[in-house]
């Protein structure tokens, strides 16, 4: 517990707003005759380096990624969609998600990616994934530790059908990376 020393209605400032844990000093302040009051221990999720200064903190939080040319479906002039997303703040990429709507006897074909931070590949060889695998809702142990990238780089995943669509037949793709963001 924090305490500080009422003395009337002077209160010390410093020991109100927590300058005493900045240096790493949790000390009661000097007795002059005063009353004690005790403070409850800040909760963690509200640490400050000076009072409205909060501490750098993670998150975990989702970036999704939306299809060039406005669209996410693959149809059978489009089987080809660049999937990308723009940081606004530091990124580094962990998991990823897709979720899939098919349409139509032909739309059986895989989503095969390359994915890249700025221009890095994330792949440990050029040859395609399934993104499929790797991103369904309920797979485990497919977290991934991609390239932390700095605000305005673009994240993205060029995706190609394994096999062809025959109209009408569609595949529509979401895409989206959850992440941490420092904040």
Avoid at 87 to 115: C, D, H, N, Y
Avoid at 159 to 170: F, I, N
Wanted: avoid cysteine.
């Amino acid at each position: 517990m924090r305490t500080f020393e009422v003395i009337g209605d002077d209160i010390d400032g410093a020991e109100i707003m927590g300058y005493d844990e900045i240096v790493g000093v949790d000390a009661p302040a000097p007795s002059r005759g005063g009353r004690l009051l005790r403070l409850p221990n800040r909760p963690d999720w509200r640490r400050q380096l000076a009072p409205g200064v909060i501490q750098p903190d993670e998150g975990m939080i989702p970036l999704p990624l939306v299809g060039t040319g406005g669209t996410n479906t693959f149809t059978a002039t489009l089987p080809t969609i660049t999937f990308q997303g723009s940081l606004q703040k530091p990124f580094r990429a962990e998991r990823i998600l897709v979720s899939t709507v098919r349409t139509g006897a032909t739309a059986v074909g895989r989503l095969l990616t390359l994915p890249f931070v700025g221009t890095d590949l994330q792949l440990a060889d050029i040859n395609g994934i399934d993104i499929e695998l790797i991103g369904q809702a309920g797979a485990f142990g497919t977290r991934t530790t991609m390239k932390q990238a700095e605000p305005g780089v673009l994240i993205r995943f060029q995706v190609t059908l394994s096999s062809a669509l025959t109209a009408p037949d569609t595949i529509q793709a979401q895409l989206m990376i959850l992440g941490r963001v420092v904040h």
